[in-house]
């Protein structure tokens, strides 16, 4: 039902025939949004799936396997992207970096905003009309906390937004937003399909939304879930500042994708990245 209201939002699936390009991890979210997709659509629409290698040694290699499981298990055709190729460098890299005290960029900040690039430059290269994520309602939740108590309003009408308002960035699909991480579980449960969680990255403690999402958890163990509070009054927001066309992309002029910024934040992060990477070399 819930995954179903998901998909009416997007008005798009009315005329010809889509091609949506499923982004996947191996982890249990992705696993049940392919599963849904190919329920629901697959005898409507094309899906491919896509996953970004990080580069994280004893991680990455293991999420492909995950995810190129769960493809074959459905019958859908996988690719792979690594970061390295596109961007030069690994998260690898980044974390070790980080924890030598070298680099001040937290690696899962890093990962977050260039993984996010490449799905949507990699979307657009293949042709897909949208980008469909595992993203649950926990995940949603945590986002926008994440966002609000930074103050970054803006933000939230990419992050949030119901429709594809913006040319420069491929439509998203979330499937699973309104869907909690306990409702996640019980349908692999039902489908009889694998529960293998994510494998975990070794960077995420203590990092920012590992935090959030431990006071979200503390909430719901209290008897408070404000989960679903959270995502009506985020996407409220994501309506009234889109009408208002507050948080307008323009193109990057250094590789042309979506920012708000002058420079686009993945650029930002790989020219610092890249300069520390050389000072480190010569050193
Ligand atoms: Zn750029």
Do not use: W
Request: glycine residues 8%; positive net charge; charged residues 30%.
């Amino acid at each position: 039902m819930k995954i179903s209201r998901a998909l009416m939002e997007v008005r798009a699936f009315s005329h010809k025939e889509m091609f949506i390009l499923a982004a996947v991890s191996g982890g249990r979210g992705s696993r049940a949004m392919l599963t849904a997709l190919s329920e629901l659509l697959g005898d409507r629409v094309v899906i491919m799936a896509l996953t970004v290698d990080e580069g994280i040694p004893g991680v990455s290699d293991k999420r492909i396997e995950a995810a190129k499981r769960d493809c074959e298990n459905l019958g859908i055709e996988h690719h792979v992207v690594s970061l390295k190729k596109v961007l030069g460098f690994t998260i690898g890299e980044v974390g070790e970096l980080y924890l030598r005290g070298k680099l001040k960029l937290k690696p899962c900040t890093v990962c977050g905003v260039l993984r996010r690039y490449i799905l949507n430059k990699m979307a657009k290269t293949m042709g897909a009309d949208l980008l469909s994520t595992g993203h649950t309602l926990d995940d949603e939740a945590q986002e926008f906390l994440m966002k609000f108590i930074k103050g970054n309003i803006k933000d939230m009408t990419r992050s949030f937004s119901l429709g594809g308002a913006y040319e420069l960035l491929v439509p998203r699909l979330r499937p699973l937003k309104y869907c909690s991480e306990e409702e996640i579980y019980a349908y692999l449960k039902i489908k009889g399909k694998s529960l293998q969680e994510a494998f975990p990255c070794p960077f995420v403690a203590g990092s920012y939304r590992d935090r959030v999402r431990q006071l979200l958890r503390r909430r719901i163990e209290e008897g408070n879930d404000v989960r679903n509070a959270i995502i009506k009054v985020a996407e409220g927001i994501a309506r009234g500042l889109e009408a208002r066309e507050i948080g307008r992309l323009k193109r990057c002029p250094e590789c042309g994708e979506p920012t708000s910024r002058n420079l686009c934040r993945t650029c930002e992060l790989k020219d610092i990245i890249k300069r520390v990477m050389n000072a480190h070399r010569k050193t």
